[in-house]
């Protein structure tokens, strides 16, 4: 089977020339040069929701931990830990290009190849599920926790699609069903309230079960995203199944733009992107380090694929301090990108960064890879840094390091 190809233009991404910020102390550092970048995009399908984004709904408690209900979101937490659910927006490659069959594996479609996220290709017929009618006009809605321009292909599996074997791209129609070319991006990027809503035709004379996959080619570089949606047309408007033991609302036919979330509301994020500072930090200076901590990674590694985050204090003073996290790759093939999670003591904030892409959700911090240092040959290791307003941790926040 031959998919038509995914053009994309061949201007490289540019790297953003920064903002530079002085952080004054009164003792061993007087400035800090702070690095800006570019960030990187991320995002998944919230309308008919992505198999990561209705098992992170599924799973996220009222204290911030996964713990998921549905089966199959239990199943693939098994497999692979919970830290693909906190990071269910990051099903991408970086090398992708627009790629789709022979790039992607049979059997790899959901995951996109990336096997941090193996555990979402389980061939189950448990996952949460949304309802559809065939035929009819659907608002589709896909989160953009970090925005960039692109174009969106939408593919549909073949009648008699058979959801408890692994996904083969002979499984789908080898024509995208509906494109959505650079669509408008509402509400604030880093949170659920950001995303890229547009309307099209769902396929006609489909029935029973189906997966809807999806593929973002950012027009920009050649970053791309990959998800499935798993849907049965039984005459449905975006109900939802499979979430929490219950049913919810999700996107809704007949063209209507209510294109609301699915699920619960538990997961919403106030995180925003950083990189600039928010002003000069005072105090006396002790010009010592706190402690380090060495990083774990999240969940359970995928072969081959390793990085752990390093914490230390590099400076503090009354009031602040600046810490450094060195990522490394301590695995047997080279990372195409990492995103490290720690939480801050009660209190403190970060005011400035650098190096990396910073967010937050449900009181976790989250640092991404910037443009230029998410490729770490085996061996290799990369710093990012933050200065926060607080107390100086006594003893080293816990990170956790997931590879890209």
């Not at 992607?104 to 389980?122: R, V």
């Not at 953009?144 to 959801?163: E, I, L, R």
């Not at 999806?214 to 979430?243: I, L």
Request: proline content about 7%; some cysteine; charged content about 10%.
């Amino acid at each position: 089977m031959t998919f038509r190809p995914l053009t994309l233009p061949g201007a490289p991404r540019p790297l953003r020339l920064a903002l530079l910020t002085i952080v004054a102390t009164l003792a061993a550092f007087t400035t800090v040069l702070l690095t800006g970048h570019t960030a990187t995009a991320h995002g998944a399908p919230m309308n008919p929701g992505s198999r990561t984004f209705l098992c992170y709904e599924d799973g996220l408690t009222s204290t911030g931990e996964i713990v998921p209900k549905n089966p199959a979101c239990a199943a693939a937490a098994a497999q692979g830990g919970t830290t693909p659910f906190y990071n269910w927006f990051s099903v991408l490659r970086s090398d992708g290009a627009g790629r789709t069959s022979g790039f992607i594996p049979d059997g790899s479609l959901c995951s996109g190849g990336n096997p941090t996220f193996a555990g979402f290709d389980l061939p189950r017929n448990d996952w949460p599920v949304t309802h559809l009618t065939s035929g009819a006009t659907y608002a589709f809605r896909y989160n953009a926790w970090a925005a960039h321009p692109g174009t969106f292909y939408m593919y549909v599996t073949k009648n008699g699609y058979d959801p408890t074997k692994p996904l083969a791209w002979s499984d789908l129609e080898s024509t995208p069903f509906a494109t959505a070319d650079h669509p408008p991006e509402t509400g604030p990027v880093g949170t659920l309230d950001g995303h890229y809503d547009w309307t099209a035709q769902l396929p006609s004379g489909k029935t029973g079960p189906a997966i809807i996959y999806t593929v973002w080619a950012r027009s920009d570089s050649t970053e791309t995203f990959y998800s499935c949606s798993d849907v049965v047309f039984d005459g449905g408007n975006g109900q939802v199944t499979g979430v929490n033991g219950g049913t919810t609302s999700g996107g809704t036919t007949s063209g209507t733009t209510s294109g609301t979330s699915s699920g619960t509301s538990a997961g919403s994020s106030s995180g925003t992107t950083s990189g600039t500072s928010s002003g000069t930090t005072s105090g006396t200076s002790s010009g010592t380090s706190s402690g380090t901590s060495a990083g774990s990674t999240g969940g359970t590694p995928p072969t081959g694929t390793s990085c752990s985050a390093t914490f230390s204090v590099t400076n503090s003073w009354s009031g602040g301090y600046q810490a450094q996290v060195t990522v490394a790759n301590n695995g047997t093939v080279p990372l195409l990108g990492w995103m490290v999670m720690w939480s801050e003591p009660a209190g403190t904030t970060i005011a400035s960064s650098w190096s990396a892409t910073f967010s937050t959700m449900n009181g976790q911090q989250m640092a991404e890879n910037a443009d230029w240092n998410g490729r770490l040959a085996v061996g290799a290791s990369t710093t990012f840094g933050y200065v926060a307003n607080g107390t100086a941790p006594s003893s080293p926040p816990a990170f956790s390091c997931q590879p890209g």
